[in-house]
């Protein structure tokens, strides 16, 4: 559901087209190990690093220039509102919930879910770092606080 298997593609386009990366890929899964070994025949294990299922992925995202959810399908991503809430810019596929979470093009990009669509964000954002600067700043004025939403759940529980 998470896509990583997709990661492999799209840093290889990366690679191929001289861009300059390194991409971490927390969590696993599945898909995991084979992710791993195309990962070394494509040549990018020094590009890529796949660290895998961590108790504190918060370390990754806040290091991170761009949060990469090349998802399949999701609810509501948790992973991308985190990221959001750290300051990350955003490349997110058009699931269900993506609306929601993102602004596109001021707190983040929503793609298709091809694998060339999330190409090209992650290059939109690379090569127009001024773009990534005001998503950035975009993302400090958005209101992560859910205090009042929870209340009002408390609030038609009791009531």
Same mark, same amino acid.
């Not at 995991?32 to 990018?44: P, R, T």
């Not at 602004?103 to 669509?117: F, L, P, W, Y």
């Not at 964000?121 to 958005?142: G, Q, T, W």
């Given at each position: 559901?998470?896509?990583?298997?997709?990661?492999?593609?799209?840093? &290889?386009?990366? &690679?191929e087209? +001289?861009?300059?990366?390194?991409?971490?890929?927390?969590?696993?899964?599945?898909?995991?190990d084979?992710?791993?070994?195309?990962?070394?025949?494509?040549?990018?294990?020094?590009l890529?690093?796949y660290?895998?299922?961590?108790?504190?992925?918060?370390?990754?995202? &806040?290091?991170c220039?761009?949060?990469?959810?090349?998802?399949?399908?999701?609810?509501?991503?948790?992973?991308?509102?985190?990221?959001?809430?750290? +300051?990350?810019?955003?490349?997110?596929?058009d699931?269900? +919930?993506?609306?929601?979470?993102?602004?596109?093009?001021?707190?983040?990009?929503?793609?298709e879910?091809?694998?060339?669509?999330?190409? /090209?964000?992650?290059?939109h954002?690379?090569?127009?770092? /001024?773009?990534? &600067?005001?998503?950035?700043?975009?993302?400090?004025?958005?209101?992560?606080?859910?205090r009042?939403?929870?209340?009002?759940?408390?609030?038609?529980?009791?009531?």
């Amino acid at each position: 559901a998470k896509r990583i298997d997709k990661v492999n593609e799209i840093a &290889k386009l990366l &690679k191929e087209n +001289g861009y300059k990366f390194k991409w971490t890929v927390v969590g696993g899964g599945s898909e995991y190990d084979s992710c791993v070994k195309i990962c070394n025949e494509y040549g990018l294990q020094e590009l890529v690093d796949y660290v895998g299922n961590q108790d504190n992925p918060y370390v990754y995202m &806040k290091q991170c220039d761009i949060y990469v959810q090349p998802s399949r399908f999701e609810g509501y991503c948790t992973t991308t509102n985190e990221a959001r809430i750290l +300051g990350c810019p955003n490349v997110m596929t058009d699931v269900s +919930g993506a609306e929601e979470q993102l602004e596109n093009g001021k707190t983040g990009i929503i793609v298709e879910k091809e694998s060339n669509a999330v190409y /090209d964000a992650v290059k939109h954002f690379i090569e127009y770092p /001024d773009f990534r &600067k005001r998503v950035k700043e975009n993302l400090k004025s958005i209101d992560s606080d859910t205090r009042q939403e929870v209340g009002k759940i408390y609030e038609l529980l009791e009531g």
